[in-house]
T-cell receptor
Framework: KAGVTQTPRYLIKTRGQQVTLSCSPISGHRSVSWYQQTPGQGLQFLFE???????NKGNFPGRFSGRQFSNSRSEMNVSTLELGDSALYLC????????????FGNGTRLTVT | QKEVEQNSGPLSVPEGAIASLNCTYS??????FFWYRQYSGKSPELIMF????GDKEDGRFTAQLNKASQYVSLLIRDSQPSDSATYLC???????????FGTGTSLTVIP
């Protein structure tokens, strides 16, 4: 069974640009969650999608948005990039039931210059 | 604000010793508990999960849960240098499927 796939692995962008990250969940998983990880802040929850609907949302500004497609693949978009957006962005999938664990992808390392 | 707290460490143990990692959580409604291991520069990988009070063993790993004390721990027996990593505790409440992560404990196993 293939794991969670995130593309691209690395990105370098300039302040003010926008970026789109992609995530393909494990086959059969309907929930996709996004996290931002920085050395000082740990894992910060961005949002979770389940069956194409945003079910949970963290405390990030509106510049961070996402969506989920009918095949459960998800994209995350960050507009008007800031230096502080440099981080490892992790996608995790699960069945969406409360007792099922998250399975993480390898992440996208975003650097904003 | 629901919180999951872990000692940031670093925790150092000699090879072959038992490493004990602890986690407390604030929400009594939490139902599922997970331990993840994260090597430097890599993504978190699931080690264990536990739902009921008591101990759950898987190889060298034992997860312990005490819901009354809102406390979950991970014991690593016969620690190996390859166990050196950051260990993340995660808690989930059944309603809403919201996960809450601790900031992680850095473990170093000294050969």
């Amino acid at each position: 069974k293939a794991g969670v796939t995130q593309t691209p692995r690395y990105l370098i962008k300039t302040r003010g640009q926008q970026v789109t990250l992609s995530c393909s969940p494990i086959s059969g998983h309907r929930s996709v969650s996004w996290y931002q990880q920085t050395p000082g802040q740990g894992l910060q929850f961005l949002f979770e999608y389940f069956s194409e609907t945003q079910r949970n949302k963290g405390n990030f500004p509106g510049r961070f948005s996402g969506r989920q497609f009918s095949n459960s693949r998800s994209e995350m978009n960050v507009s008007t990039l800031e230096l502080g957006d440099s981080a490892l962005y992790l996608c995790a999938s699960s069945s969406g039931q409360g007792d099922s664990p998250l399975h993480f992808g390898n992440g996208t390392r975003l650097t904003v210059t | 604000q629901k919180e999951v707290e872990q000692n940031s460490g670093p925790l150092s143990v000699p090879e072959g010793a038992i490493a004990s990692l602890n986690c407390t959580y604030s929400d009594r409604g939490s139902q599922s508990f997970f331990w993840y291991r994260q090597y430097s520069g890599k993504s978190p990988e699931l080690i264990m999960f536990i739902y009921s009070n008591g101990d759950k063993e898987d190889g060298r790993f034992t997860a312990q849960l005490n819901k009354a004390s809102q406390y979950v721990s991970l014991l690593i027996r016969d620690s190996q240098p390859s166990d050196s990593a950051t260990y993340l505790c995660a808690v989930n409440e059944l309603t809403g499927n919201q996960f809450y992560f601790g900031t992680g404990t850095s473990l170093t196993v000294i050969p």
